[in-house]
């Protein structure tokens, strides 16, 4: 009986192990996982402040980093390109799982790490034609020497890193997923540049505008949707002299639709109005010392590890310190001794549909000016974790890619089916070189001929410099269109719909020096009506632009802490601007209960975003309602066909000036409603459903406690993300932080004979969960603070903050 006690236990024990020790399908293998030896323990860190010393394959000369005690790295070397090796090397030890994550995930290749449950969205990826934009990008960076040795020099660095690694010391993500890192290659910065352009550059609503046209006709599409909003603040001043004569504008064609267009059922998402950003610089005459301060805090999701990496590198040719991008050699945004610089997104027009004829099924040809055009094919190899390779094969017209054919099924109904998509991310472009040249540039002139080189996503670059000037450009490369171009879907067939060249670099929109003492941009309109060529036909809602510059006006003797204290602004301008138009048509006799006690809240409050207010949660969640309320029975989305709204500016203007227009009527009820009655019903039926969310008027409806910011982990696991973060502000507030979203970096750089620079992010240096510096900035972030940058001159530099130095030889 022991006997066979113990041949029993022994068959559980193997059968067990056997089972830890494999994976079952796209489920990894727990036992490495779960060994003392290799596991997750091996992961956990220590603040170390030991001076260390390496030998590397890869250096031309010895390498000093100076380490502070935020863990940021101050790297000292006596070329550039061991800079951008030990920039490569010192990326991958904090955050290499992200970095080839991202990149895994815009060339196609999650299905690899996690089975079939990826396929379509690997699919949708490549079908979007990320791969083919990727080869085109690395062929420019790699004609330029500057930027391939940057590229090919951080690449060499990863690898240093990789090649040290052995699965005790891999990062947890891929013990948890069952794969191992793989050698870096130049392409994936590529990669890492196209996964930006995704999240910056792909916003669009051609297919529902054209819905909107189809169903509505030209004259009440115009009027609903204008091509400038009524009430904006452009990111250049109004009145600002453009001093080019412009190129000729193609012109408008008779017919704006493909013939045979039909209302689609399609939900390709619309932009989202959270991933936006904020700069803006004060002049010399602002400013407190006399010198320019500028502030940057880009808005993308929030997510762990931080998209942002902080970073000092220092050579003969460059003293640069600022946010790097895991994934991408150099400072993207920040400053060296002479300028300074920011970013944000412009929302340009630059991804377009084309309907494809095909000459039959074989689809060999389309027709495109009056003839047959060649289709070429691009082949593509899915390789699925647990399962056979998936081939796949995208045809690609002159427009760019037909993502999806007849009889296939787009990736949650995101893109038409037989159209190409027309991207500017497929356009050979050296974004590189642009932050190459910012990163050593001295004035002006350089800042300027350093966004000459830039492509795509096209950004707002604000710009500051102690020779005393300010500036701000939305730059990028903009297609030549007629214009609206765009707004709508467009044919195929006829060449008088193609993209017909590009605004010429220098004649992008630009001001220097305003005479009103600031430059801003909050992802507004680029300009007035005046400039003469078309960027797109709608932008990111005013609100945070007319707000930031509503108190740069105002401000004088400005410090960095003045504008710390403006990124932090909670005050909500739609609400101050909706709220006295809205108020006089409530019916308060048909109120009740809690539905009395919160339209008093919302009468006494003074539209600030902050944590404990209750008004912020009622207002945000009765806007949205009353959206519905007025548009969703005439504006619908069903299996049928999809239809946008128009703005919130174009619906508050409409209870402005047409209060008695016939859309505030619900035509799928039998009463005519008005514009008091949908803002009373919205008003009852959010507050209604808020007290079953939350219970009775109380702490549990303040904005901090219902907003729950969430700070995820990018592989989407609660364990490694911050949830329930309490901050304060919103979308359309300058300090733009939602549930999902909100400023991803903070930074203001107050120039003149040494910068003075702070700086945040959400987060911390490191990417892994077990190490102290994972999480250890995210206090300062979430009470609106900000850490000292230390901007070292040499690796001598004596200041309390240095902790340890590293040498790699």
């Known amino acids: 009986m022991c006997y066979t006690k113990a041949i029993v236990v022994s068959l559980i024990t193997l059968v067990f192990a056997w089972a830890l020790n494999r994976s079952w399908g796209s489920v990894p293998a727990f036992g490495p996982l779960l060994s003392p030896f290799v596991g997750f323990w091996q992961n956990a860190e220590s603040i170390n402040n030991d001076d260390d010393e390496i030998t590397l394959n890869g250096t031309k000369t010895p390498v000093t ?210 991933i936006g950003s904020n700069n803006w610089a004060v002049g010399p005459q602002k400013s407190a010392t006399g010198y320019p301060i500028l502030a940057n805090d880009p808005h993308l999701s929030l997510s762990l590890p931080s998209i942002w990496y902080q970073m000092q590198l220092v050579t003969p040719t460059m003293n640069v310190y600022g946010a790097t991008m895991p994934g991408s050699p150099g400072v993207i945004i920040g400053f060296n001794k002479q300028v300074a610089w920011g970013v944000t997104n412009v929302g340009a027009d630059v991804l377009d549909f084309y309907q494809i004829r095909f000459k039959d099924a074989y689809r060999r040809e389309y027709w495109h000016d009056n003839r047959w055009k060649p289709v070429s094919r691009r082949l593509e190899v899915i390789k699925v974790k647990g399962k056979a390779d998936v081939v796949d094969t995208v045809l690609y017209t002159h427009h760019g890619p037909v993502m999806y054919e007849a009889g296939q099924k787009p990736f949650a109904k995101n893109v038409p089916v037989g159209y190409a998509a027309r991207w500017i991310a497929h356009e050979a472009s050296n974004d590189f070189l642009t932050y190459y040249l910012l990163d050593r540039a001295k004035n002006h002139d350089d800042y300027r001929k350093a966004l000459s080189y830039y492509g795509a996503p096209a950004q707002n670059f604000v710009f500051a410099d102690v020779a005393k000037d300010i500036a701000i450009s939305p730059n990028g490369r903009f297609p030549l269109k007629w214009k609206d171009q765009g707004k709508f879907l467009l044919d195929g067939t006829n060449p008088a719909h193609d993209w017909q060249g590009w605004i010429p670099a220098a004649q992008n929109p630009h001001v220097k020096n305003p005479a009103r003492g600031f430059v801003s941009s909050a992802n507004q309109s680029s300009t007035d009506p005046t400039y003469p060529y078309y960027i797109n036909w709608q932008f990111g809602s005013h609100e945070r632009g007319s707000r930031i510059n509503q108190r740069l006006a105002a401000m004088q003797q400005a410090t960095p802490d003045s504008l710390r204290s403006l990124q932090n602004d909670n005050l909500n301008l739609r609400a101050a601007n909706a709220l006295p138009v809205f108020l006089p048509y409530i019916q308060e006799q048909t109120l009740s209960g809690d539905q009395v006690k919160a339209l008093a809240i919302i009468k006494k409050w003074r539209y600030n975003h902050d944590i404990a207010e209750t008004a912020p949660t009622i207002f945000t969640e009765w806007m949205r309602q009353y959206m519905d309320g007025v548009w969703k029975d005439e504006f619908p989305s069903n299996d049928t066909t999809t239809l946008r709204y128009p703005s919130f500016d174009r619906t508050l203007h409409m209870a402005e000036k047409e209060p008695s227009a016939h859309w505030f009527d619900n035509i799928t009820t039998p009463a005519r409603e008005t514009i008091g009655s949908v803002l009373t019903q919205s008003f009852r039926m959010v507050v209604d459903s808020l007290t079953r969310q939350h219970g009775p008027i109380g702490t549990a409806w303040q904005w901090g406690n219902h907003k729950a910011t969430r700070i995820s982990h990018l592989a989407r696991l609660d364990a490694l993300s911050a949830l329930n973060v309490q901050i304060g502000g919103g979308a359309g507030i300058v300090n733009a932080t939602t549930e999902r979203t909100g400023p991803s970096w903070r930074m203001v750089v107050a120039l003149g004979p040494t910068p003075k620079a702070y700086g945040v992010y959400p987060g911390g240096q490191s990417g892994n969960p077990g190490s102290p510096y994972y999480l250890n900035m995210l206090e300062t972030w979430r009470t609106g603070q900000l850490n000292e940058l230390l901007y070292m001159q040499s690796a001598q530099d004596k200041n309390s903050h240095i902790k340890r130095k590293l040498i790699i030889k």
């Open 65 to 274: 980093i100076v380490f502070d005690d935020l863990a940021i790295p101050h790297v000292f070397a006596q070329n550039d390109h061991d800079a951008y090796f030990a920039q490569g090397y010192l990326t991958a030890r904090d955050r290499l799982w992200q970095m080839e994550f991202q990149t895994h995930a815009a060339a196609g290749r999650v299905s690899e790490l996690v089975g079939d449950k990826a396929l379509e969205l690997d699919r949708y990826n490549r079908h979007l034609g990320m791969g083919f934009g990727a080869e085109r990008a690395l062929k420019e960076m790699m004609t330029d020497p500057r930027s391939r040795e940057s590229v090919n020099a951080y690449t060499a660095g990863v690898n240093a890193y990789i090649s040290q690694l052995t699965p005790a010391h891999y990062p947890l993500e891929y013990k948890l997923l069952g794969y191992a890192p793989e050698p870096w290659q130049p392409i994936k910065c590529a990669y890492f540049l196209k996964y930006m352009s995704g999240v910056l550059a792909l916003g669009a609503d051609d297919l529902n505008m054209s819905n909107v046209l189809k169903k509505y006709g030209p004259a009440v599409t115009t009027d609903l949707f204008p091509d400038y909003p009524f009430r904006e603040d452009p990111i250049i001043p109004v009145g600002t002299k453009w001093d080019f004569t412009p190129v000729k504008v193609p012109a408008v064609p008779a017919s704006l639709l493909p013939d045979d267009t039909k209302p689609l059922a399609i939900n390709w998402p619309e932009h989202d109005p959270s």
